[in-house]
T-cell receptor, first 113, second 116 residues
Framework: AQSVTQLGSHVSVSEGALVLLRCNYS??????LFWYVQYPNQGLQLLLK??????LVKGINGFEAEFKKSETSFHLTKPSAHMSDAAEYFC???????????FGKGTRLSVIA | DAGVTQSPTHLIKTRGQQVTLRCSPI?????VSWYQQVLGQGPQFIFQ???????GRGNFPDRFSARQFPNYSSELNVNALLLGDSALYLC???????????????FGPGTRLTVT
């Protein structure tokens, strides 16, 4: 079974500051890990994914995440926040074979001018 | 290329009624999954279909059912609606239930269901 815990339901940063959104996972098998972004009244857009290749994964819009097996973490970072980054972010995990995505509860990112 | 499309965008139903939601996957995708997203929560898995067969079911009551058609589009049906069924229903398509290193689901914009 898989599960995801996102630490912090709401994160607020200043424009230009570092963005750090935390995700810890639990999985009984080697996981696939994902970060999705959801803008108001829209569906989910994939930011990046970890599929057992490089542990540092680069995604769209300047985001990246690092898979740390020892810490069971997959935190999302961006060096410099933009106003357009304000949205809801979801971390998700799946197993390798025929298992659906299991999402965390989400973290709302606010960017202050 | 067109992404995942869902219809309707919004709808309002009364308790006890039935509703059908529709999803068209990305061209070439044969797997469709349905998720329920209650306000303030992450999406929760309802069903997955691949090649018209159910491949997975989440922890939802039998009031929820789905099917996939030969053109890989899908319908989600919910009977005897309850207030708690109010949510954003998301459809996602992928090449296959698991496509090796390319396992990736693409989400539609969702259908916002309000039950009064």
């Amino acid at each position: 079974a898989q599960s995801v815990t996102q630490l912090g339901s709401h994160v607020s940063v200043s424009e230009g500051a570092l963005v750090l959104l935390r995700c810890n996972y639990s999985s009984s098998v080697p996981p696939y890990l994902f970060w999705y972004v959801q803008y108001p009244n829209q569906g989910l857009q994939l930011l990046l994914k970890y599929t057992s290749a490089a542990t540092l994964v680069k995604g769209i819009n300047g985001f990246e995440a690092e898979f740390k097996k020892s810490e069971t973490s997959f935190h999302l970072t961006k060096p410099s926040a933009h106003m357009s980054d304000a949205a809801e972010y979801f971390c998700a995990v799946s197993g390798r074979v025929d298992t659906p995505l299991v999402f965390g509860k989400g973290t709302r990112l606010s960017v202050i001018a | 290329d067109a992404g995942v499309t869902q219809s309707p965008t919004h709808l309002i139903k009364t308790r006890g009624q039935q509703v059908t939601l529709r999803c068209s996957p990305i061209s070439g995708h044969k797997s469709v999954s349905w998720y329920q997203q209650v306000l303030g929560q992450g999406p929760q898995f309802i069903f997955q279909y691949y090649e018209k067969e159910e491949r997975g079911r989440g922890n939802f009551p039998d009031r929820f059912s789905a099917r996939q058609f030969p053109n890989y589009s899908s319908e989600l049906n919910v009977n005897a609606l309850l207030l708690g069924d109010s949510a954003l229903y998301l459809c996602a398509s992928s090449l296959a239930p698991h496509a090796g290193l390319t396992y990736e689901q693409y989400f539609g914009p969702g259908t916002r269901l309000t039950v009064t």
